[in-house]
């Protein structure tokens, strides 16, 4: 059966100039270089639009591009504030000013309502800096037929921003005769996202707002570090929680962790991570 998308639903699919700022920003952290005494933002951002996109938002060009360079100031003042107790280092950009371009997207497989950031540390006139490019695609909503059984969703599939849901766990692979193992323990908290809970299957799990970690926070404030602390079961069976030097700190039960220590991580606990920003709850699974 062939679906057609209601005018209330086609207007969910225009490209709205929010959607730019927030793929800009994730480019900015995913980009990120860092040294031990200083962290690189990346300073040029690339981005791709359908070329129908593109001509209806030629009028407000650069009011998009003072958004985006506004957001980007914003995120990195919010960086270099000074955080109570705690060494860090300065992030900034290997350049003068931001470089933000609005492109064309001609390839055939280019979509409207759609976003590509490719971004660099710095253009290569500037610097001889060796950066990384990151490029990241958001999809706005679209009214699509649900996909046939057996296949895959393509918005899944061709967006990599598309993160695990928080109540997905990374599973070792078992064998078939192999029963799954059980959790260890479960982490449950409430962030910018709403509630969340995740079984700890692996040995050890990261915490922090970066999307490399484990257990992927989602706080807008930046208070949270992008790697803030960790959880640990050992081969006694005993559970461990470290801080992993994060600007804001990290407290059990009330009581501060030293950075890059190891504590031991009651059955049943509260862990608070920069001063409260988010809280996450811990239970020890019986064996």
């Not at 003068?96 to 001609?106: E, F, G, M, T, V």
């Not at 070792?172 to 959790?183: D, E, G, K, R, V």
């Not at 009330?254 to 031991?264: S, V, Y």
Request: charged share 25%.
């Amino acid at each position: 059966m062939k679906r057609t998308a209601t005018p209330e639903t086609e207007s969910d699919a225009i490209l709205q100039g929010t959607d730019i700022v927030e793929e800009i920003l994730h480019n900015s952290e995913q980009g990120q270089f860092e040294f031990p005494e200083r962290v690189i933002v990346p300073a040029v951002y690339h981005i791709y639009l359908h070329p129908e996109d593109l001509d209806r938002l030629k009028p407000v060009e650069a009011v998009i591009l003072e958004e985006c360079k506004g957001s980007l100031n914003k995120r990195l003042r919010n960086l270099n504030r000074k955080r109570f107790g705690r060494k860090s280092v300065p992030y900034g950009i290997q350049a003068q000013d931001w470089d933000i371009k609005l492109l064309a997207d001609h390839h055939d497989d280019a979509a409207v309502a759609t976003v590509k950031v490719v971004s660099s540390l710095a253009r290569a006139e500037e610097s001889e800096l060796v950066g990384t490019v990151t490029v990241r695609v958001k999809r706005a909503p679209v009214a699509a037929a649900p996909p046939a059984s057996g296949t895959k969703d393509p918005l899944l599939t061709k967006d990599p921003r598309v993160t695990k849901d928080a109540r997905e766990t990374r599973k070792t692979p078992q064998n078939a005769s192999t029963p799954a193992q059980p959790a260890w323990g479960t982490l449950s908290w409430r962030d910018d996202e709403g509630d969340k809970t995740f079984e700890l299957l692996a040995p050890s799990a990261s915490i922090g707002r970066g999307s490399q970690m484990d257990v992927v926070i989602r706080n807008s404030s930046e208070d949270v570090s992008r790697k803030h602390c960790s959880v640990r079961l050992d081969t006694a069976g005993r559970a461990w929680i470290s801080d992993l030097g994060s600007s804001n700190g990290t407290t059990l039960d009330g009581a501060l962790l030293a950075a890059n220590t190891e504590t031991a991580l009651p059955d049943s606990s509260r862990v608070s991570l920069a001063n409260g920003v988010v809280t996450l709850n811990f239970t020890r699974r019986s064996a």
